[in-house]
């Protein structure tokens, strides 16, 4: 031990500061390996954070979670990561905008997502004369309107997801420099 010391070896890092390729997730979803088959959302996400199981390559050797020197085999759980995900109950985005599309002057699309008052009015007044259903149809595919249990849509992996960019007090505003 005295002799890594003076050659200057790096004490083990901690499991959870391996870079990128050291070590493969579980759990994270995916196209190839989801984590439920239906939704492609990882399991027990709460708070829009779920934890993937993360196991260091074979022969690579780091601190684990309650500080103890390891050599993992690649098969061992180094560390658990949080990544973002969104949870969802079960309303899909391309039935809605075909609800939406078809059977939105009937107040169908709003009847499947949790909206039955105005589910209600669209129908008795047959869309608003077609000037609603066509709004809504802009709004749901636009992902504005949403699950009235504010859940996220289930979309495919690589679907039409959107996300909407805010400015909030956190966001760098650049000045405009006038030559």
């Known amino acids: 031990a005295a002799l890594e010391g003076a050659v200057g070896a790096e004490p083990p890092l901690k499991c959870d500061e391996l870079r990128l390729g050291q070590y493969p997730e579980r759990g994270r979803g995916g196209p190839r390996k989801a984590a439920r088959a239906r939704t492609q959302e990882p399991m027990n996400c709460t ?81 608003f004369c077609g000037i609603g259903s066509l709004i809504d149809f802009i709004l749901i595919s636009m992902q504005i309107v949403g699950p009235s249990d504010g859940s996220s849509y289930i979309i495919d992996y690589y679907g039409a997801r959107l996300t909407r960019l805010t400015i909030t007090n956190a966001t760098f505003r650049k000045m405009q420099t006038y030559p």
């Open 47 to 127: 708070n829009h954070t779920a934890y993937v199981q993360c196991l260091p390559a074979p022969n690579i050797t780091c601190k684990d979670h309650l500080g103890i020197e390891k050599v993992f085999t690649g098969h061992e759980v180094g560390f658990y990561k949080p990544i973002a995900c969104r949870n969802v109950n079960g309303y899909s985005y391309k039935v809605a905008v075909a609800l939406s599309l078809f059977l939105g002057w009937l107040g169908a699309d709003r009847f499947y997502l949790g909206y039955p008052a105005l589910g209600l009015l669209k129908f008795c007044t047959v869309g």
